[in-house]
């Protein structure tokens, strides 16, 4: 199963490109840092993709970090109280909107060569947007990061 990660982090003054650019790979040294933990399966990710590409983050492997709109599927993302609102509000709002469906919820995709469903749990999928939503809502302190690694 693929899965987007997402890591809430402390700030600190050593945190510099090149701790954002190799934080994943060494992420068993920053245990003491790490204050928070999610996945977000690649099914639900696609599900709500669209809206995600309105998050401000910066590109940790770009060089100067520079600011940007939208997730890194495929890469690292880094959230800061910049990201706060948007990441509360969108996540708040498809939290909302799955609660009104069904315990599976299931999507057609349609490709040159057929078919095929996507389908996910909704109260697993709820309980980590919430999970989110609280990380999100410390960054607005400016003393955290949201750390994300896509696929």
């Known amino acids: 199963m ?12 050593t945190q510099d490109e090149g701790f954002f650019d190799t934080f994943y790979r060494n992420k068993e040294n920053h245990k003491d840092i790490i ?5 977000v399966d690649m099914k639900i990710f696609d599900y709500i993709h669209d809206s995600l590409t309105w998050i401000p983050c910066r590109i940790p492997s770009l060089p100067g970090m520079p600011k940007e ?4 599927e495929i890469g690292v993302t880094l959230f800061d109280e910049h990201s706060a609102s948007s ?15 069904p315990n599976i919820i299931e999507k057609r995709i349609f490709f040159d060569e057929g078919e095929d469903t996507l389908s996910f749990e909704r109260d697993d999928t ?26």
Do not use: P
């Not at 204050?35 to 996945?39: F, G, L, P, S």
């Not at 709109?69 to 890194?72: A, K, L, Q, T, Y």
């Not at 990441?87 to 469906?101: E, H």
């Open 87 to 101: 990441l509360i509000s969108i996540f708040t709002a498809w939290r909302d909107l799955f609660k009104n469906g």
């Open 2 to 13: 693929s899965v987007h990660e997402f890591f809430l982090i402390k700030r600190t003054e």
């Open 126 to 151: 709820i309980e980590r947007f919430e999970k989110i939503i609280s990380m999100s809502k410390q960054l607005s302190e400016g003393k955290y990061y949201i750390y994300h690694c896509g696929i």
């Open 69 to 72: 709109i939208g997730i890194n």
């Open 35 to 39: 204050v928070d933990y999610t996945t």
